[in-house]
């Protein structure tokens, strides 16, 4: 029995690792029970306080996560690019989904049902193993979003947004503008005043309305850069 590996998602699955490791038997049925859902830039397509359908991966396409504040304010907190996954926390939970997930572009995403999510974590060791290293960057992440609500400069927040911490895309991946600045919950004419000042730096490039990663240290050594000392800058 075989897949049809020509369709984009049997295709995704063939990329990872721990699909590779799986008998045969078990690599037509996870791709057979896999689905994809599509939506429009804009399109809430997962919402908070709904039941949790499984593990997600962006095919293609960028959404964010974004978690409901008081006061009914929402605040993005992180991109996912195409080609990574995201929610293992919340498909190794019973609870409802804590999170909406936004599509900034037209997006689809691909679905590994929890029963498929759940058989595999009792019987897979390379499924563990990926799923470890999700929980490993999601932690570093975590960390990185508390850091990011102290930064003191807009300058700061982009650079921090920007950085591996909290993009894990690939480096030639261009966000546009307008998609940092939902990210990083600033407007699109600071983010703009931020760039020039970044590009200026040679830690970005802008071309066309898009900003593409040049230097991932110097990114994070001006997002980590500590405060001055009061009596600092006197003379």
């Not at 029970?33 to 599509?38: C, E, I, P, R, S």
């Not at 095919?59 to 996560?65: P, Y």
Request: glycine share 8%; aromatic share 6%.
């Amino acid at each position: 029995m075989f897949h049809d590996i020509s369709r984009p998602s049997s295709q995704f699955l063939h990329m990872q690792r721990w699909f590779a490791d799986l008998p045969q038997e078990t690599q037509v049925r996870v791709a057979d029970k896999v689905f994809t859902l599509q939506g429009s830039k804009g399109d809430v397509m997962l919402r908070a306080g709904e039941e949790v359908q499984g593990w997600y991966a962006v095919l293609s396409g960028l959404v964010k996560l974004q978690s409901q504040s008081s006061g009914s304010r929402r605040s993005a907190y992180l991109g996912i690019p195409g080609g990574e996954w995201f929610g293992e926390g919340s498909a190794m939970k019973n609870d409802p989904r804590r999170y909406d997930v936004v599509a900034l572009r037209d997006s689809e995403l691909l679905c590994l049902p929890r029963a498929e999510f759940a058989d595999l974590r009792a019987t897979s060791l390379k499924f563990n193993q990926a799923i470890a290293e999700q929980l490993n960057m999601r932690l570093g992440q975590a960390m990185a979003i508390i850091e990011t609500m102290r930064l003191r400069t807009p300058e700061q927040r982009v650079a921090m947004y920007l950085g591996r911490h909290l993009w894990h895309g690939p480096r030639k991946l261009s966000l546009s503008q307008e998609e940092l600045g939902i990210l990083a919950g600033l407007s699109r004419q600071t983010v703009n005043q931020v760039l020039k000042a970044l590009e200026h730096q040679g830690l970005v490039s802008l071309e066309f309305g898009r900003v593409s990663i040049l230097s991932d240290e110097g990114l994070m050594a001006l997002a980590m850069k500590p405060e001055p000392e009061p009596g600092d800058d006197a003379d």
